[in-house]
């Protein structure tokens, strides 16, 4: 008997982003009673915020356009990627399942993608890699299908959506960045702001659902459909045990404790530790006190559900080879004091830009992914030196495809530059004194760069080589998308610190998402997902979307364990 202030259900879900939604909508689809429980006032954590890019290789929209990959094909790419943190059983899970998955919530549910068939995998070398056919999104969708859901959504994250409007990867994102220079993309444009202004004003939000914002809309969705209790605004505190097993936890309701029974077990799904300064401090060699990392991520993901996890028998898996998602990041002076982060995942292979050091060198082909980038920059940073760097570019680029916070034309510039977030500089030379960079060295930088950069090529880092590249870079410029002289000035710069889009250390599970104890045996009634669990990838960053599909994946996976239902029967 439950009182007023003890609940029960079957599965008790920590979290509402991508890891655990999919686990209450799969559990709750299979039969069981499930409550999630959620820290923040909006449901939808990291995942609301993200691109909502799914890699999933061998998914159902690639097969139905046609690309049929071999399962051996991905396991290859898996396999040399991965190297030594590369486990046959994780990776058959995700090969396996992660297609299941996505027919299941296709089929099942309210969830609906678009491919990602023409976007490649991060490393062209590694044997098995794909130039398209394993991403996937979910398919944007109109807030009203929510209903008085939509208010309990986490909005896009203020930084990269402007006016509060997500714009969507791919053909959306092109109009806005050509809106001065083509009628039809100016249309486009006009069309999106006209429609966001109404819903703003009738809704106080936007009601255009895309990227991470849809995913998450969509999940919600179907959790409300199939019966999910939602509970936002309920932080877990801790577990409830009854000798080795996890029976349930002990929440926070409204400032008063409450005690949530759990049948057939607990999922962790708290989104990692982006926020947790020890643990930052103890695993990211850049931060060795823990602040000098400046993640993307919510700050409500302050590694709660590990810890959890560490207090009933959990442990951290060790040996990664990167323990976060790492991403470069500049800080964004806010109105009320605050600093945003700015995740730059766009601008940074656009032709026209360099990355620089304080020295004035170059030290990485910045049209490589995120991670790359700043796995760059931390080697070329001297011990005991902060991990900073600088954008670099031209007028021409900053009015075309603006830089990080800092929109193209038509947006002014005064106030970024007023505040200190863009610097600018007459020439090179007084640019890098205004960021304190040595200007001998960003002139020479500058010389050998535009001198390569006349004919399309950068000898020194291949900005341009990769079919990653490519697809980051601006199409229609010839001979190479990513590469032209930084020539027309002023000359403008923004500082990057180190950052991330979440982390990659987390408990150690099976892939069956049970977490483990210190003898590697399974917790009863404790599952991990998303990044609770310690990423498959071991540290490594194949191809975008390796933490939405996998937490999309063991999600399904788990409730499939947690509803004793073989994951070969489910009936997708
Ligand atoms: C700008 C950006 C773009 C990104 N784009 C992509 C992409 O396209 N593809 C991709 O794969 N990855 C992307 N990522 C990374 C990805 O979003 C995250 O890795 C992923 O969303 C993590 O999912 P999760 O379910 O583990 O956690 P989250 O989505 O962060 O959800 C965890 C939830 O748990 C809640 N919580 C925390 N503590 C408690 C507690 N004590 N009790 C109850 N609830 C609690 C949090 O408030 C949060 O809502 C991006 C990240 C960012 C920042």
């Known amino acids: 008997m439950s009182g007023p202030d003890e609940l029960s259900c079957d599965l008790l879900v920590i979290g509402s982003g991508a890891g655990g939604l999919s686990a209450a909508v799969t559990a709750a689809w299979l039969g069981l009673d499930v409550i999630v429980i959620e820290k923040e006032a909006q449901f939808g954590g990291t995942t609301a915020w993200s691109g909502g890019w799914m890699w999933i290789p061998r998914n159902p929209l690639a097969q139905a356009a046609g690309i049929d990959e071999d399962i051996e094909v991905p396991r290859r790419y898996l396999r ?177 404790p409450l005690a949530i029974r759990a049948r057939r077990g607990v999922v962790l799904a708290a989104g990692g530790f982006p926020h947790d300064t020890a643990r930052k401090a103890a695993l990211f060699p850049h931060a060795p006190t823990g602040q000098e990392h400046w993640s993307a991520a919510p700050l409500a993901n302050s590694g709660d559900g590990i810890r959890l996890g560490e207090k009933a ?95 193209p034309r038509p947006f002014p510039t005064g106030f970024w530059l007023r505040n200190g977030y863009l610097r600018k500089g007459r020439s090179p030379d007084a640019l890098a004194r205004a960021c304190g960079i040595d200007p001998a060295g960003l002139k020479a930088t500058l010389a050998s760069y535009n001198h390569d950069a006349k004919r399309g090529s950068d000898p020194q880092f291949g900005r341009g080589d990769s079919p990653y590249n490519r697809v980051q870079g601006e199409a229609s410029h010839q001979p190479n998308p990513c590469v032209a002289p930084i020539a027309s000035a002023p000359f403008y710069a923004v500082r990057i610190v180190p950052g991330s889009l979440g982390t990659f250390a987390g408990l150690r599970t099976d892939a069956s998402a049970h977490v483990l104890d210190a003898a590697d045996r399974p917790i009863p009634g404790l599952y991990a997902v998303g990044n609770d669990m310690s990423s498959m990838m071991a540290g490594r960053y194949p191809a975008g979307g390796i933490t939405l599909g996998p937490a999309m994946t063991f999600g399904f996976v788990a409730a499939h364990d947690a509803a004793g239902v073989p994951l070969a029967n489910n009936r997708s």
């Not at 790492?326 to 292979?349: M, Q």
């Open 80 to 256: 040399s990627e991965l190297g030594d943190g590369y486990d046959e059983d994780f990776v058959a899970m995700l090969l396996e399942q992660g297609p299941r998955m996505v027919s299941f919530f296709q089929n099942e549910t309210s969830l609906a993608f678009i491919d990602g068939n023409r976007i490649p995998d991060f490393h062209d070398r590694s044997d098995g890699s794909a130039t398209g056919g394993r991403s996937l999104c979910a398919a944007p969708i109109d807030g009203r299908m929510l209903g008085s859901r939509i208010k309990d959504l986490r909005p896009p994250l203020a930084e990269v959506a402007p006016f509060g409007m997500s714009i969507a990867s791919g053909a959306d994102l092109q109009h806005f960045l050509k809106a001065t220079r083509s009628l039809s993309s100016f249309l486009h444009v006009a069309r999106r702001l006209g429609r966001h202004a109404f819903d703003m004003l009738r809704h106080g939000r936007g009601m255009h659902l895309v990227n991470g914002n849809a995913l998450v809309a969509r999940l919600l969705k179907s959790a409300d459909d199939l019966g999910v209790r939602l509970m936002a605004g309920t932080p877990a505190g801790d577990l409830i045990r009854a000798g080795d097993k996890v029976v349930g936890v002990v929440a926070t309701k409204a400032g008063l």
């Open 313 to 407: 028998g959990g442990h951290v898996r060790a040996g990664l080879s990167d323990a976060g998602a790492w991403a470069p990041v500049s800080l964004v002076p806010k109105a009320n004091g605050d600093v945003g982060r700015f995740p730059h995942l766009i601008e940074r292979a656009k032709p026209g830009l360099i990355m620089v050091r304080r020295d004035g060198r170059r030290f990485v082909n910045e049209a490589d992914s995120y991670h790359d980038v700043m796995k760059g920059l931390f080697s070329a940073t001297p011990p005991g030196e902060a991990a900073e760097a600088w954008l670099i570019c031209d007028h021409a680029f900053l009015r075309r495809y603006g830089l990080g916070r800092v929109r």
